[in-house]
């Protein structure tokens, strides 16, 4: 059998996927398990469970190379191919058409037409109850397959180069033996996901006030050339004493850091999950209009810094339909203006 696994949405769906990974290879011990991916990110590198990751930006690339990627893959015949959740706009299930696989699996959304469902016949009606990771698991029945653990978490590969990695950067910063806090001011930067972001002026303040309370807690900021900007308007204004922005090149590398972190903080994002899979004892996240129970760190406690402006309306404002979240850049801008520094302080540090 010749099992593709299509993630085309963002870093952290593509994480959500490692569970039912490892199940497909536990039910199909001899089968070809490869996934296609959009970001170039290394979360699935080293995952002893695949065959082949395929990595292709067919949003951003040429049109021309798009198609030739995907003639390739539909040359190796796949027995079945599984867009994974949440993956709701059509152009996911139009790739999954194209490449051919004799069963199209998926789930079915709020925007689904007739058309939609002939684009992927085999589907799951999407579960807001469960988390990402159960409802992809959900999607074994149509291989007549079921999962064979009785629990399950996000699964990353870190090699001892990574490892090694983060040592040598902590030492080189004399933070071993410091107790450390990450965070990750950024977000996705699809549709306007940007904007439930927490203001940056409020992380630069909440950072004066943690060193307040805990001079010698060192301050990690993560991110990639997305939050370039915000870091250095960061560095500008509390200094290099203050706060460290380690240089990574992938998401396990970054993986390998969080992981030595006592205290993270984040929106929900890929790097929330990170945090998530590699067990950061305390974790927090601020609530923003895209929070649910779908998306939530699977498998690590975390606290929720309530948005008292979302007020459990979430799906008000985003739901898996395709669509960007509800409202304009000013009504947004001032929901997560919402969140008070002391909040998260209070939350944070206590």
């Known amino acids: 059998m010749k099992i593709l696994v299509i993630s085309l949405a963002g870093i952290g769906d593509t994480i959500f996927v490692t569970p039912l990974i490892h199940e497909l290879r536990e039910n199909f011990p001899a089968a070809t398990i490869d996934v296609f991916v959009r970001w170039e990110s290394g979360v699935l590198a080293n995952n002893p469970y695949l065959n082949t990751v395929h990595q292709k930006d067919i949003a951003e690339d040429s049109k021309l190379e798009s198609l030739w990627y995907l003639m390739k893959l539909r040359g190796v015949h796949y027995d079945a191919s599984i867009n994974i959740f949440p993956q709701s706009r059509r152009e996911y299930r139009y790739v999954a058409k194209f490449i051919k696989a004799q069963m199209r699996i998926g789930h079915e959304y709020e925007n689904f037409t007739e058309f939609d469902r002939r684009l992927t016949p085999h589907l799951v009606p999407v579960d807001y109850s469960k988390h990402a990771v159960e409802n992809n698991l959900s999607l074994l029945q149509f291989l007549d397959a079921k999962p064979k653990f009785s629990s399950h978490r996000y699964e990353l590969f870190l090699t001892e180069q990574e490892d090694a990695g983060a040592a040598a950067y902590l030492a080189q910063q004399r933070l071993q033996g410091r107790r ?11 549709k306007n996901l940007a904007l439930r972001r927490w203001p940056l002026e409020n992380y630069i303040e909440l950072v004066r006030r943690v060193h307040e309370k805990e001079p010698e807690l060192g301050i990690l900021f993560f991110g990639g050339p997305g939050e370039k900007k915000d870091h250095e308007r960061i560095r500008a204004a509390l200094g290099d004493d203050k706060v460290f922005f380690p240089k990574t090149h ?11 972190c006592d205290l993270f903080l984040s929106v929900d994002t890929s790097n929330m999950h990170l945090a998530a899979a590699m067990g950061v004892k305390k974790q927090f996240v601020i609530e ?3 929070w649910n129970k779908p998306i939530e760190p699977y498998g690590n406690s975390f606290t929720l810094i309530k948005n008292p402006a979302v007020a459990g309306r979430n799906l008000e404002f985003y739901r898996y339909d395709g669509a960007p979240i509800k ?3 000013d009504e947004l ?4 203006a919402s969140v008070k520094v ?4 209070n939350a944070v540090i206590g």
């Not at 450390?180 to 699809?190: N, P």
């Not at 992938?250 to 030595?260: H, P, T, V």
């Not at 801008?333 to 997560?336: G, P, V, Y």
């Open 342 to 345: 002391e909040d998260v302080l």
């Open 288 to 290: 923003t209009p895209t």
């Open 333 to 336: 801008a001032k929901l997560m």
């Open 327 to 329: 409202g304009t850049a």
């Open 180 to 190: 450390l806090f990450g965070i990750h001011v950024g977000s996705g930067g699809t």
């Open 250 to 260: 992938n998401m396990l590398q970054a993986a390998a850091l969080i992981g030595r």
